[in-house]
């Protein structure tokens, strides 16, 4: 006989130097973005959870190297699929300073939004940081021809 073994997926939740806040406008974004990505010498992702009202429910970094830094679609989904999230930001920095999203941001934020869709959980935005600086993608016209909204 054959035991299926049982698996439990569980995240820890660790402090937060910043209290839980509500994201009302892309003030709010870069401003909780820009204490973790700003002034840092490698690429930084991080995914923010958010509840249904646009409260923080917490996130997940990722460090990668001086010019680029790897988020994989499954990672971020499991990580938002376990704190109950309804909807997501992404933000990540660019140490060399320039914040014209790459062809790698749109195509990760391509692949976010269309695995979104389907699973009705939105990513709301993807912010770019620099050191003094920042973006929203959401704000650029390239954002509605990715995925209808």
């Keep these: ?8 997926l569980s995240y820890i939740k660790e402090s937060s130097p910043v209290e839980p806040r509500r994201i009302v406008n892309k003030t709010d974004v870069t401003d909780f973005c820009k204490k973790y990505l700003s002034n840092h010498p490698i690429e930084i992702v991080i995914v923010i959870a958010l509840d249904n009202g646009n409260s923080i429910l917490g996130f997940e970094e990722t460090k ?7 988020i994989y679609v499954a990672n971020c989904f499991r990580f938002l699929l376990c704190t109950g999230a309804s909807a997501f930001i992404l933000a990540h920095n660019h140490t060399g300073g320039n914040l014209t999203p790459s062809e790698s941001d749109w195509s990760v ?40 909204k």
């Design 1 to 8: 006989m054959y035991i299926v073994p049982k698996y439990r």
């Design 64 to 70: 990668g190297a001086t010019n680029q830094c790897a």
């Design 109 to 148: 934020t391509e692949r976010l939004k269309m695995v979104g869709a389907l699973l009705e959980l939105p990513l709301l935005d993807h912010v770019i940081i620099t050191e003094n600086q920042s973006i929203s993608m959401h704000d650029l016209p390239r954002w509605d021809k990715v995925l209808p």
